[in-house]
């Protein structure tokens, strides 16, 4: 695969090497400006880059096109129509015009609108979004495209992204120029978004409907071996996961994803990919490229890709680290502290700025991950707690601690690694540790947002991300800009923050309980579940942000609101459902099924007249079953029964509390019965493949 990895990589992609070959150079150069000027696009220039993308599709097989978008059902969306148009002579010709390629009609009345568009009020647009190229995907071209109503109000994740983008480069380059860099013309945000994952068989993942229907295990009991031997974690990878990765690899490697590391995670059958940074709109594309990829080349394998946050209890769920920094068009990465961070300005200010954003806006950090999977992993012993912090490590948060104090920062000498071997090459101590308990940690030169759920899109922790440091951003640089002596104003308002906010650092372990008692000391929020997350979002405090910086009007953040509390309920509903039938219609009977084969086993020893210490096992063993089938037969009608009482919620977020405080308590303890009844239950009754199964199948 080495030898011709140069070549296949991005050969699916209409990029900027395809552009800058295959455009006229006048055409190239007018796009390449609207890009970077960040200006509209003449439809002339849109004809000619339509023409050369198609006859470039269809040299790659494509026969049809599709604008590519991202709705807020959080996965992607694409209506296919095909190049042809008919020719007089009866034939047909391939045609696709500027028009085609900078503005489609989608139905937006059938996606999730929080009420913004009515079932009769269809129409919806989507527009071409040039900074991410267009790729080419099952015969299909696929044009990134952004996704709003007929009215102008944005439905789609993306729109919210690229302007949360510019607001951080507007203020960015303020704080750059104060600092005296006036040759930087564009600052962004990149991301590096790890993505882990479970890998099963299909044959046993289509015996379970709770893994077809809710993509996790509603069922469950404990196997004889999980995580706790901790030898999967980087393990040697089986062969058929291998070969699953590698495939993967070469087709994200066409589609010009940097796919760059893969290994085994903690759990048995859990892996992660890893990309190399990207520029955020692009990575947040490439991301959902990614998930859709994983599942389909699974197939291929016999293999099923789950990306739920929690398909099983009892071992580590899986999360997507989001590895976030800063950079600029020369290069630089506006987080790297350099030698002597200390005496580095400009990037105190910007590390102060996000350090002072998270604390302000915590609340909407721990939203922008809340969904009913993700509620499932925060907190537990593999993820970080709800609550959110910094980590910064010793060095930057001994800086830290002396700006505070208004002195000089003793830098201690880096500790020289030996391995105590000869041989092995001497090397010296990185100056800050590793938290993996953190939900928000720096890592060297980003900050690494750990708090995000698998199958979530990046986009909507992201542009919460970007507006909450834009905003502070904003608030440093109005407060420099006025002062007289910048080099004073600046010390002062790097001591005031680390004053006021050093509250959020901690570089403890997050796991611990006693971090919880502590946090709540320094007032920190946490916020345990999405119902009590998502009312923040239309707080006053967060319609001013996101209108200030043209984000989200009150309109759309209300509307985005009602949208994820509707989908948390929807979620449990479904799982409720599924629990009921597969209690019902498999669970319950497989039990009796049982118990008819041990009451005649018993039955049959007392007419041979055998003592009864002869039959006193399977008669112990009826009564401990027959109170468990009777407690789960009344936990399944209790399951129903507050099922269908969900139907009077009407309001989203009673409807979403409903959910979370009556619903859940009772699948829990449905579960909990049933699990015990699977562990005293002869594997042949049992209806679905264990625990033991799926997890070591692969």
Same mark, same amino acid.
């Given at each position: 695969?080495?030898?011709?990895?140069?070549?296949?990589?991005?050969?699916?992609?209409?990029?900027?090497?395809?552009?800058?070959?295959?455009?006229?150079?006048?055409?190239?150069?007018?796009?390449?400006?609207?890009?970077?000027?960040?200006?509209?696009?003449?439809?002339?220039?849109?004809?000619?880059?339509?023409?050369?993308?198609?006859?470039?599709?269809?040299?790659?097989?494509?026969?049809?096109?599709?604008?590519?978008?991202?709705?807020?059902?959080?996965?992607?969306?694409?209506?296919?129509?095909?190049?042809?148009?008919?020719?007089?002579?009866?034939?047909?010709?391939?045609?696709?015009?500027?028009?085609?390629?900078?503005?489609?009609?989608?139905?937006?009345?059938?996606?999730?609108?929080?009420?913004?568009?009515?079932?009769?009020?269809?129409?919806?647009?989507?527009?071409?979004?040039?900074?991410?190229?267009?790729?080419?995907?099952?015969?299909?071209?696929?044009?990134?495209?952004?996704?709003?109503?007929?009215?102008?109000?944005?439905?789609?994740?993306?729109?919210?992204?690229?302007?949360?983008?510019?607001?951080?480069?507007?203020?960015?380059?303020?704080?750059?120029?104060?600092?005296?860099?006036?040759?930087?013309?564009?600052?962004?945000?990149?991301?590096?978004?790890?993505?882990?994952?479970?890998?099963?068989?299909?044959?046993?993942?289509?015996?379970?409907?709770?893994?077809?229907?809710?993509?996790?295990?509603?069922?469950?009991?404990?196997?004889?071996?999980?995580?706790?031997?901790?030898?999967?974690?980087?393990?040697?990878?089986?062969?058929?996961?291998?070969?699953?990765?590698?495939?993967?690899?070469?087709?994200?490697?066409?589609?010009?994803?940097?796919?760059?590391?893969?290994?085994?995670?903690?759990?048995?059958?859990?892996?992660?990919?890893?990309?190399?940074?990207?520029?955020?709109?692009?990575?947040?594309?490439?991301?959902?490229?990614?998930?859709?990829?994983?599942?389909?080349?699974?197939?291929?394998?016999?293999?099923?890709?789950?990306?739920?946050?929690?398909?099983?209890?009892?071992?580590?769920?899986?999360?997507?680290?989001?590895?976030?920094?800063?950079?600029?068009?020369?290069?630089?990465?506006?987080?790297?502290?350099?030698?002597?961070?200390?005496?580095?300005?400009?990037?105190?200010?910007?590390?102060?700025?996000?350090?002072?954003?998270?604390?302000?806006?915590?609340?909407?950090?721990?939203?922008?991950?809340?969904?009913?999977?993700?509620?499932?992993?925060?907190?537990?012993?593999?993820?970080?707690?709800?609550?959110?912090?910094?980590?910064?490590?010793?060095?930057?948060?001994?800086?830290?601690?002396?700006?505070?104090?208004?002195?000089?920062?003793?830098?201690?000498?880096?500790?020289?690694?030996?391995?105590?071997?000869?041989?092995?090459?001497?090397?010296?101590?990185?100056?800050?540790?590793?938290?993996?308990?953190?939900?928000?940690?720096?890592?060297?030169?980003?900050?690494?947002?750990?708090?995000?759920?698998?199958?979530?899109?990046?986009?909507?922790?992201?542009?919460?991300?970007?507006?909450?440091?834009?905003?502070?951003?904003?608030?440093?640089?109005?407060?420099?800009?006025?002062?007289?002596?910048?080099?004073?104003?600046?010390?002062?308002?790097?001591?005031?923050?680390?004053?006021?906010?050093?509250?959020?650092?901690?570089?403890?372990?997050?796991?611990?309980?006693?971090?919880?008692?502590?946090?709540?000391?320094?007032?920190?929020?946490?916020?345990?579940?999405?119902?009590?997350?998502?009312?923040?979002?239309?707080?006053?405090?967060?319609?001013?942000?996101?209108?200030?910086?043209?984000?989200?009007?009150?309109?759309?953040?209300?509307?985005?609101?009602?949208?994820?509390?509707?989908?948390?309920?929807?979620?449990?509903?479904? /799982? $409720? +459902?599924?629990?009921?039938?597969?209690?019902?219609?498999?669970? #319950?009977? @497989?039990?009796?099924?049982? !118990? *008819? =084969?041990?009451?005649?086993?018993?039955?049959?020893?007392?007419?041979?007249?055998?003592?009864?210490?002869?039959?006193?096992?399977? /008669? $112990? +063993?009826?009564?401990?079953?027959?109170?468990?089938?009777?407690? #789960?037969? @009344?936990?399944?009608?209790? !399951? *129903? =029964?507050?099922?269908?009482?969900?139907?009077?919620?009407?309001?989203?977020?009673?409807?979403?509390?409903?959910?979370?405080?009556?619903?859940?308590?009772?699948?829990?303890?449905?579960?909990?019965?049933?699990?015990?009844?699977?562990?005293?239950?002869?594997?042949?009754?049992?209806?679905?493949?264990?625990?033991?199964?799926?997890?070591?199948?692969?």
């Amino acid at each position: 695969m080495g030898a011709n990895c140069t070549e296949i990589f991005g050969s699916m992609v209409f990029n900027d090497a395809v552009m800058k070959e295959r455009l006229p150079g006048a055409t190239y150069k007018a796009l390449k400006l609207h890009i970077r000027e960040n200006t509209s696009l003449t439809l002339e220039v849109a004809h000619v880059a339509a023409n050369t993308m198609k006859d470039w599709a269809i040299e790659k097989g494509a026969t049809h096109f599709t604008h590519w978008f991202q709705p807020m059902t959080g996965i992607t969306a694409e209506k296919h129509d095909s190049f042809i148009a008919p020719a007089p002579d009866g034939k047909i010709i391939m045609e696709f015009s500027g028009k085609e390629l900078i503005k489609g009609e989608p139905d937006a009345s059938s996606f999730p609108s929080g009420g913004l568009r009515a079932t009769f009020e269809a129409r919806g647009y989507t527009a071409w979004d040039p900074t991410s190229y267009a790729f080419v995907k099952e015969g299909i071209l696929c044009i990134p495209t952004v996704f709003y109503s007929y009215g102008g109000q944005v439905l789609d994740k993306k729109t919210p992204l690229l302007r949360s983008q510019e607001a951080i480069n507007k203020h960015a380059l303020r704080i750059l120029r104060l600092c005296g860099d006036w040759d930087t013309q564009r600052v962004f945000t990149t991301i590096g978004p790890e993505q882990e994952y479970f890998l099963l068989d299909r044959t046993l993942y289509e015996q379970r409907k709770d893994l077809i229907y809710c993509g996790r295990t509603l069922f469950g009991a404990k196997p004889p071996k999980g995580q706790e031997m901790e030898d999967h974690y980087f393990g040697s990878i089986k062969s058929r996961v291998a070969a699953y990765m590698k495939d993967l690899d070469e087709e994200l490697w066409k589609l010009g994803i940097y796919a760059k590391t893969q290994h085994n995670e903690v759990a048995p059958s859990q892996h992660e990919l890893a990309p190399i940074f990207s520029m955020t709109n692009m990575a947040c594309d490439h991301n959902q490229l990614a998930m859709e990829v994983m599942k389909k080349v699974a197939l291929r394998h016999n293999l099923v890709c789950l990306l739920h946050e929690k398909p099983f209890a009892g071992v580590n769920g899986s999360g997507k680290h989001n590895n976030w920094s800063m950079g600029t068009d020369r290069g630089a990465n506006l987080l790297e502290p350099g030698p002597a961070p200390e005496k580095n300005k400009q990037f105190l200010l910007f590390l102060f700025a996000v350090v002072k954003a998270v604390d302000v806006y915590q609340e909407l950090l721990r939203l922008s991950v809340a969904t009913a999977a993700n509620d499932h992993r925060l907190g537990a012993n593999e993820a970080p707690p709800a609550i959110l912090s910094v980590f910064l490590g010793d060095e930057l948060t001994g800086v830290m601690d002396a700006i505070r104090r208004g002195s000089d920062y003793e830098k201690k000498a880096a500790r020289e690694m030996d391995g105590g071997v000869k041989i092995l090459p001497h090397f010296l101590q990185d100056n800050t540790d590793r938290n993996r308990t953190s939900p928000f940690a720096f890592t060297g030169n980003k900050f690494e947002f750990r708090m995000l759920g698998s199958s979530l899109s990046i986009a909507g922790p992201n542009f919460i991300l970007n507006t909450i440091v834009a905003e502070i951003l904003d608030e440093f640089a109005g407060r420099l800009e006025k002062a007289a002596d910048f080099e004073q104003a600046s010390r002062d308002l790097l001591q005031e923050t680390a004053a006021k906010h050093e509250r959020i650092i901690f570089n403890g372990n997050n796991y611990a309980e006693e971090w919880v008692s502590e946090a709540q000391k320094r007032g920190l929020l946490n916020l345990k579940s999405t119902p009590e997350a998502l009312p923040y979002f239309c707080s006053e405090k967060s319609i001013r942000l996101f209108g200030r910086h043209n984000i989200l009007t009150e309109e759309e953040i209300r509307s985005r609101c009602d949208i994820l509390l509707e989908n948390y309920s929807k979620t449990i509903h479904i /799982e $409720a +459902l599924t629990m009921l039938e597969m209690l019902k219609k498999d669970i #319950l009977p @497989a039990v009796v099924s049982y !118990l *008819n =084969e041990l009451t005649t086993v018993a039955w049959n020893k007392k007419k041979l007249e055998l003592p009864a210490s002869v039959y006193k096992t399977e /008669e $112990a +063993l009826i009564l401990k079953l027959s109170h468990l089938y009777a407690g #789960l037969t @009344a936990q399944t009608d209790l !399951l *129903n =029964e507050v099922t269908l009482g969900a139907a009077e919620r009407s309001e989203a977020h009673e409807a979403a509390v409903y959910y979370k405080d009556k619903v859940l308590p009772v699948m829990q303890e449905a579960r909990a019965l049933a699990d015990e009844l699977e562990a005293n239950t002869a594997e042949k009754y049992w209806p679905f493949p264990t625990y033991g199964k799926l997890l070591f199948s692969v």
